[in-house]
């Protein structure tokens, strides 16, 4: 038979062969597993964005959805009947309880005491009784309230019925914007006000609000409202519609005047009950227009990431307050140097008196 002869080839690798594979082998790996982790990463980032921002425009589109249904009227155009009557009987409640006597009283309105021993003798009905009764306390002022770095705001809404849904007296409900536990609720509830009973304590309302979450990992929620003054535009911090302060350059400027309201202390500005010029200022607010409401209010929100603060995002909007009516009219005797004299001392006192204020 015929013998093959040995080979003298390599059957395997070398050390080096082998290390220089690794290494190529681990080099690519590497490269992979960091676009894929990337990729991973990046879709990481992109859905919470996208969640974020659908969080936004939840919370946006439903804060839009209310104001543009605002319902507004002056404080003077409704209550008008039931404001009298609780008036009535609070001075009556504070005569019976200053003489110690409430047998008036409790001819008028019933026993406050509810055990009838103030009535032994009666037993007709009360000729007026309860007030609420006959008309019931509506709330719908639009009211906002400043935070270090949650506001909150407050209006009445239309509230047509709903199949089903919780019927709202005169089709109206009063919602509330405020944080939560970083939570951005939307409370709707009744503009009915509180009721109080026979002694003026109030008494818990008969319905539960309905608190909606509209957007979790709020870091900011700021608000400010604007108005048009002597052709400028100003944003403040906060908003009462039955106050009487930001569209009377007068009432602005005689917060200010000693000789018209009376001396009082530079850093309590506010005359209270007793104070000199309290009443004359009283008087002359009731001259002056209500704030009503602003024509516009521009949102701040701020939605945290749950992975970094790097991501977080920050929306601002413009909402317009389409029932707003600007009531200033400017002085159009003042010349061009007059006018710029009494705008440079508006600017400083509403520097003082709204820090922040903005000009557009």
Not at 42 to 49: K, L
Not at 299 to 309: H, I, Y
């Amino acid at each position: 038979m015929r013998r093959l002869a040995p080979r003298h080839g390599r059957d395997g690798l070398t050390v080096l062969e082998v290390l220089v594979a690794l290494t190529v082998f681990g080099l690519v790996s590497v490269v992979i597993f960091t676009v894929f982790a990337t990729a991973i990463r990046s879709q990481g980032v992109t859905e919470r964005e996208a969640e974020t921002l659908q969080r936004a425009r939840v919370a946006m589109d439903t804060f839009s959805r209310d104001l543009n249904n605002i319902f507004f009227r002056d404080e003077t155009s409704y209550n008008v009947t039931i404001s009298r009557l609780l008036e009535e009987q609070e001075r009556e409640r504070l005569r019976a309880e200053t003489e110690g006597d409430w047998t008036n009283f409790s001819n008028l309105y019933g026993d406050p005491f509810g055990n009838g021993t103030r009535r032994r003798d009666r037993e007709e009905e009360p000729s007026v009784g309860d007030p609420f009764r006959r008309g019931r306390l509506i709330d719908v002022q639009f009211k906002g309230s400043e935070g270090e770095n949650f506001d909150s705001l407050s209006f009445a809404t239309y509230a047509p019925l709903d199949m089903g849904g919780t019927y709202r007296p005169w089709g109206l409900s009063r919602v509330t914007y405020r944080v939560d536990n970083n939570i951005l609720v939307r409370v709707q509830e009744t503009v009915e006000s509180e009721r109080t009973d026979l002694l003026g304590n109030i008494m818990l309302k008969s319905y539960t609000p309905e608190v909606s979450r509209l957007a979790e990992g709020v870091r900011e929620f700021k608000l400010s409202y604007a108005f048009w003054f002597d052709n400028k535009w100003f944003e403040i911090t906060d908003w009462a519609s039955d106050r009487r302060q930001v569209r009377n350059s007068n009432s602005l400027m005689a917060m200010y005047e000693e000789d018209r309201f009376g001396t009082r202390d530079e850093e309590d500005r506010d005359l209270r009950p007793g104070d000199a010029g309290y009443n004359e200022r009283l008087n002359y607010l009731d001259d002056q227009d209500l704030d009503r409401l602003p024509a516009y209010v521009r949102l701040r929100l701020t939605l945290a990431d749950p992975e970094t603060e790097r991501h977080d995002r920050t929306f601002t909007r413009i909402f317009r307050v389409f029932p707003s009516v600007e009531t200033y009219i400017p002085n159009m005797d003042l010349d061009e140097n007059e006018r710029d004299a009494e705008r440079t001392e508006r600017m400083d006192i509403y520097t003082e008196i709204f820090p922040g204020a903005l000009e557009e």
